[in-house]
């Protein structure tokens, strides 16, 4: 669907990035200064590669080699950019109908219904708040019959209620357009909400691509995931209600999780992120504790690195199967409980660690149960 | 109220200023906006060039006028040949004259407009389908409109009352050449003139205020379209 195979020197550094993807969700992950925007942007023909390739869908849009190079009006490569970038001077009806197609291909209707836009359309940029600018950027990016969508940290710019009234909108699309979406983030919680796949960047390479649960949970990339925001990322399926104390038990393989209720029946499939300060890491089963998930465990590794800190890999497994759990803790904890590969554990998770942004339903292809 | 030369002086000075905006106008654009966004070689001297005409002495100017535009000039000759306009004292010199002199004045503004206008708006414009040429009419001028106005009224203002390049170009000839500053200065050479050179006085007063307020007017109105709409209060 996508591939992508450039190098391009940008002062100090030099990018080399090379991944394809297949369709869905593909998140483009790392710091700031990773090279996600600038991949973004040679994708989108407003930055020229110094060498490389980049198809879509089997269309060359830029080949050094064969002297490629189409310009971006005729590349159909959709883009949201973190700022919105809408038109200031148009209302929101006419950034909408901006690109030549949007207004014959009978999708305007079905695009202003999915998200939400009804009221806004006769109102000026300048009036709307942060969250309905993005709905509209994305409206207009849909609108222009991409053959893909490039959404550059498209809630970089909001705060938590304003992204968590987007997000609905950007799975919709996910799920309703059937449209290749590369997402650029460096939040975990949106690229695990949101993404089938994803490409690492670190320094202007890719580091690892992979599937989200992969990635997240391997304590090597967690320098480059980021120790604060790192955290498994599980399938969990729906197992009982506790309507009396508005709880809900999530089977995961390997144990069952109690967390504040999920809005869904019974047998639903969901994914839950477990971040790794969350998690706590007892020698001995506690006795009367507040904590509501004790996971019996047996440490995998232990990541070294700078710092007081160390990240911790568990392995949680019964006869359900087996899960990796992360635990960042302080290097002393390490040294005091004595933490190696093969010391049986329990790992502590508290129930109101994992609100509603740490669920969230996964791609649709992946609900199979 | 005017005597049918001061009426002369008057249409004249205002089809002269009419004549010189309508060719200065598109041409301040397209230089205003190359200079705004373009880096090329040679970008200070047509720089500086622009702005001789600020700077000159206006005697100078029209001098250098003559020169290029008389009937032997390189251009003058030119344009009596293929177009058949004559420009060595006739009106169309003073449209000359005054457009060549509000040229700086004119660019100044519209270049600064394009340059705060954001390119990495024009950017988005591109990823939706949108080549140069749409790019420019639907993005980059309308946001730019407000310095356009300035622009134009500015070099309107200063076109209405060019006269050191003028009177050294086309001369002071009543009903061809005399605009209105070159017919007050003809008035003050005649004693007993004095309520005449008043009258003219004030209307030149008058259009420049008129030309100032509907400047502002303007600037104002696509000032609003740009920002906040009326239903912010629902917002």
């Known amino acids: 669907m996508l591939d992508v195979d450039v190098r391009k020197r940008l002062g100090q550094t030099a990018l080399d990035i090379r991944f394809e993807s297949t369709g869905g969700v593909t998140a483009l992950f790392g710091r700031s200064g990773a090279g996600k925007t600038s991949t973004v942007q040679m994708i989108a023909g407003l930055l020229n590669p110094d060498v490389g390739r980049i198809a879509v869908g089997g269309r060359v849009l830029f080949d050094s080699e064969a002297g490629i190079d189409i310009a971006a009006p005729q590349r159909r490569v959709g883009v949201v950019f973190q700022e919105g970038r809408l038109f200031p001077h148009l209302t929101v009806r006419r950034n909408l109908l901006y690109a030549k197609a949007a207004g014959s291909n009978g999708r305007y209707g079905g695009v202003v219904g999915m998200l939400g836009l009804e009221a806004l359309l006769e109102r000026k940029p300048a009036s709307l708040s942060g969250g309905e600018q993005q709905r509209v950027a994305i409206g207009r990016a849909l609108l222009s019959e991409p053959d893909i969508l490039l959404m550059d940290e498209p809630l970089a710019s909001l705060d938590a209620a304003r992204k968590a009234e987007i997000l609905p909108y950007i799975e919709r699309l996910r799920d309703e357009a059937g449209l290749p979406v590369v997402y650029v983030s460096h939040q975990i919680d949106e690229v695990a909400r949101l993404a089938d796949r994803i490409v690492l960047l670190s320094d202007g390479t890719v580091a690892a691509t992979g599937s989200v649960d992969d990635i997240f949970t391997r304590p090597d990339l967690m320098p480059l995931t980021g120790r604060f925001q790192a955290g498994a990322v599980l399938g969990a399926r729906v197992a009982e209600q506790d309507a009396a104390g508005a709880m809900s038990r999530l089977a995961i393989p390997g144990g069952s999780l109690w967390v504040p209720s999920v809005p869904l029946p019974v047998g639903s499939t969901i994914r839950v992120r477990i971040r790794a300060r969350d998690v706590s890491i007892a020698l001995e089963r506690p006795e009367r504790v507040s904590i509501r998930n004790i996971l019996p465990g047996t440490v995998r590794s232990v990541t070294e690195s700078d710092g007081p800190f160390r990240t911790v890999a568990i392995d949680v497994a019964d006869e359900t199967g087996e899960s990796l759990v992360a635990a960042t803790v302080t290097a002393n904890a390490v040294r005091d409980l004595a933490l190696k590969p093969g010391v049986a554990v329990f790992a502590l998770i508290k129930s109101v660690a994992m609100d509603r942004r740490s669920m969230a339903l996964p791609p649709r292809d992946e609900i199979v149960t | ?235």
């Open chain 2, 1 to 235: 109220m005017l005597s049918d030369a001061e009426t002369d002086a008057l249409l004249l000075s205002l089809k002269v200023a009419f004549w010189s905006l309508l060719f200065a106008l598109p041409v301040a654009v397209a230089l205003g906006w190359v200079l705004a966004r373009k880096e090329f070689r040679g970008k200070l001297l047509v720089n500086a060039f622009l702005t001789l005409p600020l700077v000159l002495p206006p005697v100078v100017t029209g001098f250098v006028l003559l020169i290029l535009f008389g009937s032997q000039g390189w251009i003058g000759s030119w344009l009596k040949a293929w177009f058949d306009i004559e420009i060595a004292f006739r009106w169309t010199g003073a449209a000359v004259a005054a457009g060549v002199m509000a040229f700086p004045l004119i660019v100044r503004p519209i270049r600064l407009s394009f340059e705060a206008v954001d390119v990495r708006l024009e950017q988005a414009a591109a990823t939706l389908g949108a080549g140069r040429w749409r790019r420019f009419a639907t993005i980059a001028l309308p946001l730019a409109m407000p310095g356009v106005l300035a622009g134009a009224v500015l070099g309107f203002a200063k076109a209405l009352g060019e006269f050191g390049a003028t009177i050294t170009l086309v001369s002071n000839i009543p009903g061809e050449t005399q605009t209105l500053a070159l017919a007050v200065y003809a008035l003050l050479q005649v004693p007993g003139e004095e309520s005449a050179v008043l009258r003219l006085t004030l209307i030149a007063i008058a259009i420049s205020v008129l030309a100032v307020v509907a400047s502002e007017i303007l600037a104002r109105r696509a000032r609003r379209g740009l920002s906040v709409d009326e239903r912010i209060g629902d917002a």
